[in-house]
């Protein structure tokens, strides 16, 4: 079992930054594909950025490109997510999943229905 907890979510202004971290318990992170989503009041959750176990693919939705920034940190089993120039509409419960991932390192996986396991969210609030 692969326990997720996210953390660094909070209130801002547009324009700021926030930094998420998805902190895993579990004897290794390496093998594990790792997504960032978010779900905002009334709408469906939607993928933000992705990262492969190797860290050598990412990917990101195009309202965040140029913006946010996924990352992972083994040695910690921490994934994190640089969120810049925040906008109100950024505004969401954010969720990390992992998924075991254990052919192509440079595999990552862009549907909340590929994902085995998930954290319990941390809200994202951006103020105008």
């Known amino acids: 079992q692969v326990q997720l907890v996210e953390s660094g979510g909070g209130l801002v202004q547009a324009g700021d930054s926030l930094r998420l971290s998805c902190a895993a318990s579990?004897?290794?992170?390496?093998?594990?594909?790792v997504g960032w989503f978010r779900q905002a009041p009334g709408k469906e959750r939607e993928a933000v950025a992705a990262?492969?176990?190797?860290?050598?693919?990412?990917y990101y939705a195009d309202f965040v490109k140029g913006r946010f920034t996924i990352s992972r940190d083994d040695l910690k089993k921490t994934v994190y997510l640089q969120m810049n120039s925040l906008k109100p509409e950024d505004t969401a419960v954010y969720y990390c999943?992992?998924?075991?991932?254990?052919?192509?390192?440079?595999?990552?996986?862009?549907?909340?229905?590929?994902?085995?396991?998930w954290g319990q969210g941390t809200q994202v609030t951006v103020s105008s």
């Open positions: 999943a992992a998924q075991p991932s254990p052919g192509d390192v440079s595999q990552w996986y862009p549907t909340e229905y590929e994902y085995a396991y």
């Open positions: 990262i492969s176990r190797s860290a050598g693919s990412t």
């Open positions: 579990v004897r290794t992170f390496l093998g594990y594909a």
